[in-house]
Nanobody, 120 residues
Framework: QLHLVESGGGLVRAGGSLRLSCAAS????????MGWFRQAPGKEREFVSV????????DYADSVKGRFTISRDNAKNTVYLQMNSLKPEDTAVYYC?????????????WGQGTQVTVSS
């Protein structure tokens, strides 16, 4: 069982940066692939990024490749999403997720979400 809590969302201008954090409780954090999804108003939840158990492998949605970077610190039970060159279309609620499976990564556990708003 994992409990996930996101932080770091906020309001930023286009071109700016934010770093999201997701803190996990539970002793088995390092055995889970971790990732991020987002949901914009009126749209379905979409995959953003995933990182493997060791952090050695990552994957990104095409829409964020080259701008977002996912990382994890297993000693701190935390996963991060560094978001650079933000665009208004990145505005969404961002959710942290954990899954025993790296692929497909669907999310067995979810955080409550953190709002990211990018103004033009």
């Amino acid at each position: 069982q994992l409990h996930l809590v996101e932080s770091g969302g906020g309001l930023v201008r286009a071109g700016g940066s934010l770093r999201l954090s997701c803190a996990a409780s539970g002793r088995t954090f390092s055995s889970y692939a971790m990732g991020w999804f987002r949901q914009a108003p009126g749209k379905e939840r979409e995959f953003v990024s995933v990182i493997s158990w060791s952090g050695g492998s990552t994957d990104y949605a095409d829409s964020v490749k080259g701008r977002f970077t996912i990382s994890r610190d297993n000693a701190k039970n935390t996963v991060y999403l560094q978001m650079n060159s933000l665009k208004p279309e990145d505005t969404a609620v961002y959710y942290c997720a954990a899954d025993k499976s790296w692929y497909p990564f669907r999310g067995d556990y979810w955080g409550q979400g953190t709002q990211v708003t990018v103004s033009s």
